[in-house]
């Protein structure tokens, strides 16, 4: 883990509310792997006071990028900072996917994401396609096709893009989990393959749901609220099998049935 | 010119005033990519409890402005845990560590913790927690019956608390609790009091009378926070603990309080942030100081804040820390 002062490469708006920003920081670009995430302090000033955690997005040599949307106050200061401006940034923090057990899957590894769940997928899909040549089977869920966005980032990875949107305005009409379902039960082989996903809480348990019915191993990338992100004030925890964990130490990615989804909204 | 830092509290002597708050510091092998670690005048764990606690259900912590809502429930591995999985690489740091003990059972428990300690010459030092807003409190149970309006929320399955009467809530309970607990060991004892009272001198002063060797303030106030969307609290167990910059001056003033009261060290927390933050404390008469929220903002704040406290001495020609210690002028 390193506390660094990142430059901003670039910040970019890229959809209505979606940012991508870009940041020299070779240190944390050397270690992180996908699934992990950064603790940025988006302002230098008490608002807001704590960090905001987001996910690696890419990384290339010395630069990582992250995608982002604006929902908040926090978010919303973040993409106002200029390139040339340093942010005070941690990192690589927690545990991402663990994709060495895809190592001998003859399906292709399915990314499951939903809304700004792409963000992490991307780096996950491009680590697999240039270290294990594999070609990820990419469902994205939107709400709307404007709000779609990566697909052609992970066509240009070799991945096979299914979409979803809840209005129809582009894919499958519903839940990018339906287009799941229909595609696992029109699929034969589903031996060995496993599921990765990343999106909204009810998305997660879908999928969740999805890989104990089909027996498909899944690795699903929580969110909660977090204070240090380093493991230290038991703030961002999550119900599983074995007591609270912390998302932020033992996560964001866990097993799908770790996790004690019965008191969830 | 040379300064010095060095502080006493009890029994125990710091090589420089800056210590960490309990529960935002983990076991402090967290922090160790970001600080060298022996450089702090102390470290102070997060509380345990006799037998492990699994905390509260989430979501535990919101933001507010210049804040933030905890309500954690003091999870934590249990004394036994704590001993075997902690301490070992606490001591290997080389700081004075203080433990900080809870009791989930009453004054008994909070003795039997204690006592376990003291067979561990690597704990310098204890911290009462008599004042953690976010557990059930079973020693002060007689003194508040449940009554009035019953809350909606008592319907649902979520923790919510019959009692929330903590024992730094009472003078008369703090000074039983202490009293005990003296008895039961010779280490330095630091009682740590609650903001959520009308004269939190009162209890120092209790504390005082009953032998402690220090007072440890504030801990977090009472606070609330409510999402106006879904109109749900933002913290599940509806009440939490506000911490950050927003109680600075509320801290800073009881620490004042405390000091013209009461002849023991003062620990003073509450909102430090950076070395002008810290140097309020000692004016108003803290011995040493803790970094809470801080070390969730910038896990070196403590390093920042001991070089800051160093310069400020050296321009102002202090050349010891002592001599700032209540040195308020009014
Ligand atoms: C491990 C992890 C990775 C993430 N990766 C991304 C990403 O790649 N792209 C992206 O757009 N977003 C990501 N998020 C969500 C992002 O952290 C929140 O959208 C952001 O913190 C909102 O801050 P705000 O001040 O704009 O919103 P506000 O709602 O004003 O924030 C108020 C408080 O709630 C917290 N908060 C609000 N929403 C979330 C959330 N979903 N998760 C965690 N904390 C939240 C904030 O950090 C802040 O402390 C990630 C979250 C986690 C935990
Ligand atoms: C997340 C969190 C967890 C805490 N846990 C404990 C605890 O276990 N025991 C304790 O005595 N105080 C606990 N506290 C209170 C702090 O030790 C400190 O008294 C308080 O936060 C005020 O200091 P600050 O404003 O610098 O954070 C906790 C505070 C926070 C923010």
Redesign the interface.
């Known amino acids: 883990?390193?506390?660094v002062k990142a430059k901003i490469i670039q910040n970019k708006q890229v959809k209505k509310n979606f940012f991508h920003l870009l940041v020299d920081a070779p240190e944390i670009a050397g270690k992180a792997l996908p699934g992990q995430f950064l603790n940025i302090?988006v302002s230098d000033n008490?608002?807001?006071?704590?960090?905001r955690p987001l996910g690696v997005h890419r990384v290339s040599k010395n630069n990582i990028a992250m995608l982002y949307e604006v929902v908040g106050n926090g978010t919303q200061i973040l993409s106002q900072r200029k390139a040339g401006e340093y942010l005070?940034i941690?990192g690589p923090l927690g545990n991402g996917f663990d994709y060495q057990s895809p190592v001998t899957c003859h399906l292709s590894p399915v990314l499951v994401a939903g809304g700004m769940g792409v963000a992490p997928l991307l780096f996950l899909a491009d680590f697999l396609a240039h270290s294990k040549s594999f070609k990820s089977l990419v469902f994205i869920g939107a709400k709307t096709k404007s709000q779609l966005t990566c697909v052609q980032e992970f066509r240009e990875l070799g991945c096979k893009v299914k979409i979803a949107t809840d209005d129809g305005s582009m894919g499958f009409k519903g839940r990018v989990s339906d287009l799941l379902t229909h595609f696992l039960q029109a699929t034969g082989d589903r031996r060995q393959a496993t599921i990765f996903s990343c999106g909204p809480r009810p998305m997660l348990k879908a999928v969740s749901e999805i890989s104990r019915k089909f027996k498909i191993p899944a690795q699903i990338s929580l969110e909660?609220?977090?204070?240090?992100?380093?493991?230290?004030?038991?703030?961002?925890?999550?119900?599983t099998t074995s007591?609270?964990k912390r998302i932020c130490k033992e996560g964001p990615v866990f097993h799908a049935d770790e996790i004690v989804w019965e008191?969830e909204k | 010119m040379i300064t010095n830092l060095t502080v006493n509290i009890g029994k125990l002597k710091l090589e420089n005033p800056v210590m960490v708050c309990s529960g935002t510091f983990g076991y402090a092998g967290e922090f160790k990519d970001f600080l060298p670690l022996k450089k702090l005048g102390a470290i102070v764990t997060k509380t345990i409890t006799l037998n492990p606690r699994q905390g509260n259900f989430p979501p535990r912590t919101c933001e507010t402005p210049a804040g933030m809502l905890n309500s954690i429930g003091l999870e934590n591995p249990g004394l036994a845990g704590f001993l075997n999985e902690k301490l070992p690489i606490l001591k290997k740091i080389g700081v004075p560590v203080i433990v900080s003990v809870a009791s989930e059972g009453g004054i008994a428990e909070f003795v039997k913790a204690v006592s376990e300690l003291n067979d561990f010459k690597e704990v310098a030092a204890i911290e009462l927690n008599i004042s953690c807003p976010n557990i059930e409190s079973p020693v002060t149970s007689h003194l508040s019956p449940v009554t009035g309006r019953q809350s909606p929320v008592a319907c649902r399955r979520l923790p919510v608390f019959k009692n929330r009467r903590l024992i730094s809530q009472d003078p008369q309970a703090t000074y039983q609790l202490v009293k005990q607990v003296r008895k039961a060991t010779k280490k330095t004892l630091i009682t740590k009091l609650s903001p959520n009272v009308t004269d939190i001198s009162e209890i120092a002063l209790a504390a005082e009378n009953a032998g402690s060797d220090a007072v440890s303030l504030i801990n977090t106030l009472m606070g609330m926070s409510i999402d106006t969307k879904t109109m749900k609290p933002k913290v599940a167990a509806v009440i939490a603990g506000l911490s950050g910059p927003a109680i600075r001056p509320v801290a800073v003033r009881m620490v004042w309080e405390v000091y013209q009261k009461i002849k023991l060290p003062i620990i003073g927390m509450g909102g430090i942030i950076d070395t002008s933050s810290a140097l309020e404390f000692f004016l108003a008469g803290s011995t040493a100081i803790g970094v809470g929220t801080a070390n969730f903002i910038d896990p070196a704040a403590t390093i920042s804040i001991l070089q800051g406290i160093k310069s400020y001495l050296r321009k102002n020609r202090i050349n010891n820390i002592a001599k700032l210690i209540g040195g308020l002028k009014v």
Request: hydrophobic letters at 40%; glycine letters at 12%; aromatic letters at 6%.
């Open positions: 883990m390193f506390q302090k008490l608002e807001p006071l704590l960090r005070d941690i909660e609220h977090m204070s240090c992100g380093i493991g230290a004030c038991m703030g961002c925890v999550v119900q007591g609270y008191r």
